[in-house]
């Protein structure tokens, strides 16, 4: 038995549709290198060694920001944003995750030492300290940071009958 060999036409791949973004950034090379310079110099934003860490534990929900020592937000979470909804986002397990969540990004990008700075009395607050030290950052100091009344409102006028 002979076998013929068939030559192949080459098959011409189909390109995606490209958006009228990326048809403008093709046609000028000029315009296409400013956007990958503009890339660039955000992906090489530096991280500080050490920041702190805001927990704020009310009796309703758990937010974890994380900033530089200048004040800047690295990374933040909360539990709605970690999932949980109703009475659940204000459990310490949502507290937990919360602040696992929040300190892995900011592990991620260069954290490795934070001042913890609490505030409110919800059911999360120590659960999210151990959970930052979990992730592998370093907590160098805790401090509460909860308004006090120092001496109330000024009360209602005196009633008279």
Known sequence: MSEEIKEQAP??????AMSE????????????????EAAKKKSKAKV????IAFIRATYNNTLV??????????SWSSSGK???????KSTAFAATMVAQDAARTAYARGMHEVEVRMQGAGAGRESAVRAIQSVGIHVTCIKDCTPVAHNGCRPRKRRRV
């Open 48 to 51: 500080m060694p050490a920041g």
């Open 82 to 88: 970690a999932g949980f909804k109703g009475s659940r």
């Open 11 to 16: 098959v011409e791949e189909q390109k995606p």
């Open 65 to 74: 920001s994380i900033a530089d020592a200048r004040g800047g937000v690295i």
């Open 21 to 36: 973004a990326q048809a403008i950034l093709a046609a000028d090379p000029a315009a296409a290198a400013a956007d990958a």
